[in-house]
C-alpha cells in the first residue's frame, strides 16, 4: 500500500505563486511517475502534470505549461508542484498520485491518490 500527503494549498490573488508538496511513503519501490491533477467543482479531475521517477521526464497540460513545474526529491520520495502567475481558473482542488504504468497523462492510469488540497485564486 501506498500513502501519498499533500500540503502547501491555499488561497492567492491572480498573478501569485504556490508550492504543492506531495510525499509518498509505503511501497514505493515500482513507482513509475507520479503525477498531479486538479479537479473544479462540478468539472471532471484533469491531468495538470507528471514526472518520471527514473529519468525525470516532464509532462504539462496545455493549460499551465510555462507557469507551471513539477519536480521531485528522490530520496525523499517528495514530488513538488511549483505554480506561478496563477489564474483564477486555476481553482480546484489538486491531487496527486502514482502510477506504475507509462501512461502519465492519463488518469485512469494511477493506482493512488492523496487527499487533495484546495487551491483558490482570487481575481
Known amino acids: 500500500q501506498v500513502q501519498l500527503v499533500e500540503s502547501g494549498g491555499g488561497l492567492v490573488q491572480a498573478g501569485d505563486s504556490l508550492r504543492l508538496s506531495c510525499a509518498a511513503s509505503g511501497r514505493t519501490f515500482s513507482l513509475y511517475a507520479m503525477g498531479w491533477f486538479r479537479q473544479a467543482p462540478g468539472k471532471e479531475r484533469d491531468f495538470v502534470a507528471a514526472i518520471k521517477w527514473s529519468g525525470g521526464n516532464t509532462y504539462y497540460s496545455d493549460s499551465v505549461k510555462g507557469r507551471f513545474t513539477i519536480s521531485r526529491e528522490n530520496a525523499k520520495n517528495t514530488v513538488y508542484l511549483q505554480m506561478n502567475s496563477l489564474k483564477p481558473e486555476d481553482t480546484a482542488v489538486y491531487y496527486c498520485?502514482?502510477?506504475?504504468?507509462?501512461?502519465?497523462?492519463?488518469?485512469?492510469?494511477?493506482?493512488?491518490w492523496g487527499q487533495g488540497t484546495q487551491v483558490t485564486v482570487s481575481s
Open positions: 498520485a502514482i502510477t506504475r504504468s507509462g501512461w502519465v497523462t492519463t488518469k485512469g492510469a494511477y493506482d493512488y
